[in-house]
């Protein structure tokens, strides 16, 4: 595919490992998703903006930018979905009510101690992106989080209605544990909603360096039709 030439792919060398980024538009002509890692990389976001709301594309820039902005103060993902949650709810106020959404998936990496101690990955999600673990030289890879959707319908997302009489539709928290060799990878529903984990899993268990992970899965949702906008950051632990 010759668009593949134009991916804007970008690495990051850390103290932990590499991590890689890139959003392709796809399957669409314009692209509602973005992605953001920090210059250390140790904050990575992926806001995944909403066609059937208002200005979803500007909600997922909003929703990163100001989730970006939280984490010099603290490195907390709760502080940075708070954040984007505020900038989003601050749209639709400036905007007369009109309701603009993004879905959103973070993590934040805490080196724990001295080499091979493994790090500490806190992780947020709200919507249908998804946060990844792959175990260490190509082993089991799991998801981390559940979609808030059912189909194609997104249940939760930043932007949208925050409780009902059943309970909060705010985002979900959880923390896991980096060693080396792992793999850890963010996603929009444009890679997997098309592509297998199955297919996933061969792609992250048969390169080491994350660009080029980043590339392969960009390329094999595009061989698989997506009609949808692909958005991946892929990080080896170093080991």
Same mark, same amino acid.
């Given at each position: 595919? @010759?668009?593949?030439?134009?991916?804007?792919?970008?690495?990051?060398?850390?103290?932990?490992?590499?991590?890689?980024?890139?959003?392709?538009?796809?399957?669409?002509?314009?692209?509602?998703?973005?992605?953001?890692?920090?210059?250390?990389?140790?904050?990575?976001?992926?806001?995944?903006?909403?066609?059937?709301?208002?200005?979803?594309?500007?909600?997922?820039?909003?929703?990163?930018?100001?989730?970006?902005?939280?984490?010099?103060?603290?490195?907390?993902?709760?502080?940075?979905?708070?954040?984007?949650?505020?900038?989003?709810?601050?749209?639709?106020?400036?905007?007369?009510?009109?309701?603009?959404?993004?879905?959103?998936?973070? *993590?934040?990496?805490?080196?724990? @101690?001295?080499?091979?101690?493994?790090?500490?990955?806190?992780?947020?999600?709200? @919507?249908?992106?998804?946060?990844?673990?792959?175990?260490?030289?190509?082993?089991?890879?799991?998801? *981390?989080?559940?979609?808030?959707?059912?189909?194609?319908?997104?249940?939760?997302?930043?932007?949208?209605?925050?409780?009902?009489?059943?309970?909060?539709?705010?985002?979900?928290?959880?923390?896991?544990?980096?060693?080396?060799?792992?793999?850890?990878? *963010?996603?929009?529903?444009?890679?997997?909603?098309?592509?297998?984990?199955?297919?996933?899993?061969?792609?992250?268990?048969?390169?080491?360096?994350?660009?080029?992970?980043?590339?392969? *899965?960009?390329?094999?949702?595009?061989?698989?039709?997506?009609?949808?906008?692909?958005?991946?950051?892929?990080?080896?632990?170093?080991?």
């Amino acid at each position: 595919m @010759g668009a593949m030439m134009k991916l804007n792919l970008r690495s990051w060398n850390t103290s932990w490992g590499k991590v890689a980024g890139v959003s392709f538009r796809g399957g669409r002509d314009h692209n509602e998703d973005r992605i953001a890692v920090s210059d250390d990389g140790e904050v990575w976001l992926l806001a995944d903006g909403m066609g059937g709301h208002a200005n979803g594309a500007e909600a997922a820039t909003v929703a990163v930018r100001s989730a970006m902005q939280a984490v010099p103060a603290e490195r907390s993902v709760q502080a940075a979905f708070e954040a984007a949650r505020r900038g989003v709810v601050g749209m639709r106020q400036s905007e007369g009510g009109r309701t603009p959404g993004t879905a959103l998936v973070g *993590l934040s990496v805490k080196p724990l @101690g001295g080499p091979g101690s493994g790090c500490e990955i806190p992780f947020g999600w709200i @919507g249908d992106s998804r946060a990844w673990q792959q175990s260490g030289n190509g082993g089991q890879l799991t998801a *981390l989080t559940d979609d808030h959707s059912i189909g194609h319908v997104v249940l939760r997302c930043l932007g949208g209605v925050e409780k009902t009489s059943e309970g909060d539709l705010g985002p979900e928290f959880g923390t896991a544990l980096a060693l080396p060799g792992d793999v850890f990878m *963010l996603s929009s529903d444009g890679l997997h909603g098309f592509v297998s984990s199955a297919q996933i899993r061969g792609v992250l268990a048969s390169v080491d360096e994350p660009a080029e992970m980043a590339r392969r *899965l960009v390329k094999l949702a595009m061989d698989e039709v997506t009609t949808d906008n692909v958005s991946v950051i892929v990080g080896r632990f170093g080991g």
